[in-house]
């Protein structure tokens, strides 16, 4: 794989996961035909079928850090790659942001107004949330510190992101990995879109369900050049470091080390295998 193509690949394919993800957060939130927590989870998920389907042949479709990551530790993926894909999946996440903002400007503008929001003040995080990530899930609405820490504290969050992540890499690796069987390209996404799906579902009311350091940061420093301020990074502390940044790059490599370390030297049961390889 050339540079180049792992770029681009990691880029746009990026951009498509946070586009689709992050739109479907907007769309929640700012327009009148709201959609529920299910519909968002599922448009993240499809979002990262169609993303993976695009750009595996370019790069492999890493499309987060955390997996960039825990594969060049546990999969021997080249390290000299890893800056080039984890600058193609920020900047691809940036671009996605600035998108975004420009389509929803307008309905951004509205929603303030009705719901007395000043962009970069207390409360603000109701829309910052369209682009970074807050805990407890903010809704759409002012989420006060004071109230923040019964519903979810920092560790639990920082919990909840490590385990969500190490379970999306036991599915990646399990799903990818070709010395048990070779699944169909179609498969592997579709089986990483509905682990996705399932993880916002149950851990999205907790820490929004973030599990890509990429579909985070690069998003929220966006929010904060483009009016947030302070906000995105003020309002749960140091949580934008260690919740959504160090937690899922730690989870991935927990979930990867295990998957390669204590389940894939297992041996396959060749019949279970050509049983569940014949039509039903």
């Not at 990530?133 to 759409?140: A, I, L, Q």
């Not at 009016?227 to 309002?235: E, H, I, Q, Y």
């Not at 940044?245 to 080390?257: E, N, R, S, T």
């Amino acid at each position: 794989m050339t540079m180049r193509r792992c770029f681009v690949g990691e880029f746009v394919g990026t951009f498509l996961l946070v586009f689709f993800g992050c739109g479907s957060v907007a769309s929640a939130i700012l327009t009148p035909a709201a959609l529920g927590a299910f519909p968002v989870a599922m448009i993240w998920g499809l979002g990262i079928v169609v993303a993976i389907h695009l750009t595996a042949s370019l790069s492999g479709a890493h499309l987060n850090p955390a997996v960039t990551i825990a594969f060049a530790c546990w999969r021997g993926f080249s390290r000299a790659l890893v800056p080039v894909y984890l600058a193609a999946q920020m900047l691809g996440a940036f671009a996605a942001a600035a998108a975004l903002h420009g389509l929803f400007h307008q309905a951004l503008l509205r929603y303030e107004s009705l719901h007395h929001l000043v962009r970069g003040q207390t409360g603000s995080e109701a829309t910052a949330m369209i682009f970074g990530e807050f805990f407890p899930n903010p809704g759409g609405m002012p989420l006060p510190a004071a109230e923040a820490l019964p519903l979810v504290s920092s560790v639990q969050a920082f919990g909840a992101e490590v385990i969500g992540t190490a379970i999306l890499l036991l599915v990646i690796c399990g799903l990818s990995d070709r010395r048990h069987r070779s699944y169909s390209l179609t498969v592997v996404a579709c089986g990483v879109g509905f682990t996705v799906t399932l993880l916002i579902c149950l851990l999205g009311p907790l820490t929004m369900a973030c599990f890509n350091p990429a579909r985070d940061l690069a998003p929220r420093l966006y929010s904060a050049l483009a009016g947030w301020g302070a906000v995105p990074f003020s309002t749960n502390g140091w949580g934008w470091l260690t919740v959504y940044v160090l937690a899922p790059v730690i989870g991935a490599w927990l979930g990867a080390g295990f998957y390669f370390r204590v389940l894939a030297p297992l041996p396959v049961d060749s019949e279970a295998a050509k049983l569940s390889d014949e039509p039903t």
